[in-house]
Nanobody
Framework: QVQFVESGGGLVQPGGSLRLSCAAS????????MGWYRQAPGKQRDLVAG???????NYADSVKGRFTISRDNAKNTVYLQMNSLKHEDTAIYYC?????????WGQGTQVTVSS
């Protein structure tokens, strides 16, 4: 069972950038699609970006053009570059397979966008 550890979150001002990393405890080569999810207080956990093994990506409309997902299978790591951050991007960010394996959720990393 692959487990995921997210890092790179923090406090950033509106318009700023962060790069999140997701380290897997095992190989992600065989996982067809990986995703970044986020959960804001009182809201459900939603997929914001996904990437397949071939590099095809998809994004939620709310982050399209601002976020970029990438994966390095050799390093078993998935990244999320977040630019032009907005208040509404504040959430805990998680990575997992897409669709998610419910036994593999990590602790997530908190992203807070505030002036």
């Amino acid at each position: 069972q692959v487990q995921f550890v997210e890092s790179g979150g923090g406090l950033v001002q509106p318009g700023g950038s962060l790069r999140l990393s997701c380290a897997a405890s095992g190989s992600i080569f065989s996982i067809y699609a990986m995703g970044w999810y986020r959960q804001a207080p009182g809201k459900q956990r939603d997929l914001v970006a996904g990437i397949t093994n071939s590099g095809s990506t998809n994004y939620a409309d709310s982050v399209k053009g601002r976020f970029t997902i990438s994966r390095d299978n050799a390093k078993n790591t998935v990244y999320l570059q977040m630019n032009s951050l907005k208040h509404e991007d504040t959430a805990i960010y998680y990575c997992n397979a897409d669709p998610p394996d419910f036994d593999s959720w990590g602790q997530g990393t908190q992203v807070t966008v505030s002036s």
